[in-house]
């Protein structure tokens, strides 16, 4: 398995504000993934970082609203700009590791917007 | 498009006894699957895939799931549950893409397992 992080754990913000969400993973990956988990529900991907490039996002999901970072293999970021309570969800990064079939993920930022 | 159901919201078991958790799937061609288990407060952890040969997959914490062509079913299965197995779990399909792999989730299923 792989060892991912991100910070913050959790967060509470304001209305309007961006937050950015750092991940951190153990091993020089292709594959970094960031999702949306809305509170009672199940996962949907943003979107694909990938590093040297833009990252590729999934329909219903835009750069400006969710600028993503990767400025290396083992390292991507995620911000959710101009944020309000719709947003409030876990975050969560994933990677491919050792067996690129296989997506890992990290523990997941909880994000309350007030 | 893919798509992942989950048909129970919600399985009750006693503990000790069989632990089931349901999942079928609707893509084209021959999907990966996946098992996923999230406790309170914690990211997801892996619990086994399917990619081919055998339909019975053997994952952690003993559980396995089997995979069945025809129903396009991927159940999960464990013997014996214990208070510990009450979790969110997620069943997934990922279609394997030279632009890059992408995991479709079922809406998830909570396990409660009573002593």
């Known amino acids: 398995s792989a060892v991912i992080s991100q910070k913050p754990s959790r967060d509470i913000c304001q209305r309007g504000t961006s937050l950015t969400i750092q991940c951190q993973v153990d091993?020089?990956?292709?594959?970094m993934f960031w999702y949306r988990q809305q509170p009672g529900q199940s996962l949907t991907l943003i979107a694909t970082a990938n590093q040297g490039s833009e990252a590729t996002y999934e329909s219903g999901f835009v750069i400006d609203k969710f600028p993503i970072s990767r400025p290396n293999l083992t390292f991507s970021t995620l911000t959710v700009s101009n944020m309000s309570p719709e947003d409030s969800s876990i975050y969560l990064c994933?990677?491919?590791?050792?067996?690129?079939?296989?997506?890992?993920f990290g523990p997941g930022t909880r994000l309350t917007v007030l | 498009a893919q798509s992942v159901a989950q048909p129970e919201d919600q399985v009750n078991v006693a503990e000790g006894n069989p632990l089931t958790v349901k999942c079928t799937y609707s893509?084209?061609?021959?999907?990966?699957l996946f098992w996923y288990v999230q406790y309170p407060n914690r990211g997801l952890q892996f619990l086994l895939k399917y990619i081919t040969g055998d339909n019975l997959v053997k994952g952690s914490y003993g559980f396995e799931a089997e995979f069945n062509k025809s129903q396009t079913s991927f159940h999960l299965k464990k013997p014996s549950a214990l208070v510990s197995d009450s979790a969110l779990y997620f069943c997934a399909a990922e279609m394997i893409k030279a632009a890059g792999n992408k995991l479709t989730f079922g809406g998830g299923t909570r396990v409660l397992v009573k002593p």
């Open positions: 091993s020089q990956v292709t594959m």
């Open positions: 893509v084209s061609g021959n999907p990966y």
């Open positions: 994933s990677q491919t590791g050792a067996s690129p079939d296989t997506q890992y």
